[in-house]
């Protein structure tokens, strides 16, 4: 399992790189579909958001029997699949280009984060519904937490 935790905390760093770098430009264009974001507080909330998944993945190597480190490792792993749809290929198809984070999404987390689930489901470690609620609890969970992680972000980048 230390491998696929690699896995996933590599797919992660490298999607959330993805749009640090790229996302704060990208977000100033005139859309509907994304709210213009500045540098450091997007930086800041991606940054804590990835420190947050990197836990999640070490509690469960640690704790692999605990169902909460289970719960909330699944949970990650679900919401980055489902990141990558929405808002990644979704924002893509209805501003006609690119969306920063699609490549890494689709490339990257979907079939690390498919195969990571589908060695647990063959280990029995995780059925669909444990699956299925913690997606939505750490997705709602990561959700909440992003306008209070740009605001923290704001906050910082304004002491400088």
């Known amino acids: 399992m230390e491998f696929l935790i690699v896995l996933f905390c590599i797919a992660i760093t490298l999607h959330n ?3 640090a770098i ?3 430009a990208w977000s100033r264009q005139s859309s509907r579909v994304q709210k ?31 169902n909460l480190t289970k719960w909330i ?10 990141n990558a749809v929405f808002p990644h290929l979704a924002a893509a198809i209805l501003m006609k ?8 999404g689709i490339l990257l987390n979907i079939p690390v984060n498919c195969f990571i689930l589908s060695h647990m489901y063959a280990e ?5 519904w444990e699956l299925l609620l913690s997606t939505i609890i750490v997705g709602g969970a990561v959700l909440s937490l992003i306008p209070l992680l740009f605001k923290a972000g704001r906050k910082i980048t304004e002491i400088k």
Request: glycine share 6%.
């Open 124 to 128: 029995n470690t995780v059925t669909p």
């Open 22 to 24: 790229w996302l704060p």
């Open 73 to 82: 490792f699944i949970g990650f792993l679900g919401s980055m699949i489902i």
């Open 36 to 66: 213009s974001v500045a540098e450091g507080e997007f930086r800041f909330a991606v940054t804590i958001i990835t420190v947050i998944a990197y836990l999640s993945a070490i509690s469960y190597l640690i704790w692999p029997y605990a």
């Open 17 to 19: 790189l993805e749009e």
């Open 97 to 104: 280009k690119y969306a920063p984070g699609l490549v890494t």
